[in-house]
T-cell receptor
Framework: RKEVEQDPGPFNVPEGATVAFNCTYS??????FFWYRQDCRKEPKLLMS???SGNEDGRFTAQLNRASQYISLLIRDSKLSDSATYLC?????????FGSGTRLLVRP | EPEVTQTPSHQVTQMGQEVILRCVPI?????FYWYRQILGQKVEFLVS????????KSEIFDDQFSVERPDGSNFTLKIRSTKLEDSAMYFC????????????FGNGTRLTVT
């Protein structure tokens, strides 16, 4: 089983839509989780950390389900500028492990 | 907002040549990393560095690779004898700590080996 798995997409949604991504991880000892965003040929940028109790930052909500070993990202009221690849990331032994990413396309 | 800076932004080199990629991490960060991303593939961990020592390295980080923090600000990645398959985007990152501390990435150096 891969360390982290994401649906590659693309998710093609209209502006204003709500979209959700899931990510599963195999290492049950993982303690820290993040969502990063990567634009084409750019560096990954931290979108938000993921806390056990779930957390929200504006239109973005992240959740962690330890029992089922997955994290999720919900984007409400999608904007054109949300078009990017969303990377599921977890911390393991002095490094971050990146998923392959889920591509989101928001159309007018 | 402080940021990680990398130079050069693009490096073209011939197979077999040595390259040095340079990074200036955020000044109060203690942990430094190199990642790479081959075009169309995922971000892959190369090496982490703390207290002037390698903390962990991946299988990719073989004897051809080395890292150094030659002074108080720079963090370098050297590839001794480049191969075609080393062509990738190389990202430097730094963090305040480990665990809960997210990594902050530089803009990357695009390495093209011909």
């Amino acid at each position: 089983r891969k360390e982290v798995e994401q649906d590659p997409g693309p998710f093609n949604v209209p502006e204003g839509a709500t979209v959700a991504f899931n990510c599963t991880y195999s290492n049950s000892a993982s303690q820290s989780f993040f969502w990063y965003r990567q634009d084409c040929r750019k560096e990954p940028k931290l979108l938000m950390s993921v806390y056990s109790s779930g957390n929200e930052d504006g239109r973005f909500t992240a959740q962690l389900n330890r029992a089922s070993q997955y994290i999720s990202l919900l984007i409400r009221d999608s904007k054109l500028s949300d078009s990017a690849t969303y990377l599921c990331v977890f911390y393991s032994s002095y490094k971050l492990i990146f998923g392959s990413g889920t591509r989101l396309l928001v159309r007018p | 907002e402080p940021e990680v800076t990398q130079t050069p932004s693009h490096q073209v080199t011939q197979m077999g040549q040595e390259v040095i990629l340079r990074c200036v991490p955020i000044s109060n960060h203690l942990y430094f990393y190199w990642y790479r991303q081959i075009l169309g593939q995922k971000v892959e961990f190369l090496v982490s560095f703390y207290n002037n020592e390698i903390s962990e390295k991946s299988e990719i980080f073989d004897d051809q690779f080395s890292v150094e923090r030659p002074d108080g600000s720079n963090f370098t990645l050297k590839i001794r004898s480049t191969k075609l398959e080393d062509s990738a985007m190389y990202f430097c990152a730094s963090s305040e700590g480990t665990g809960d501390s997210p990594l902050h990435f530089g803009n990357g150096t695009r390495l093209t080996v011909t």
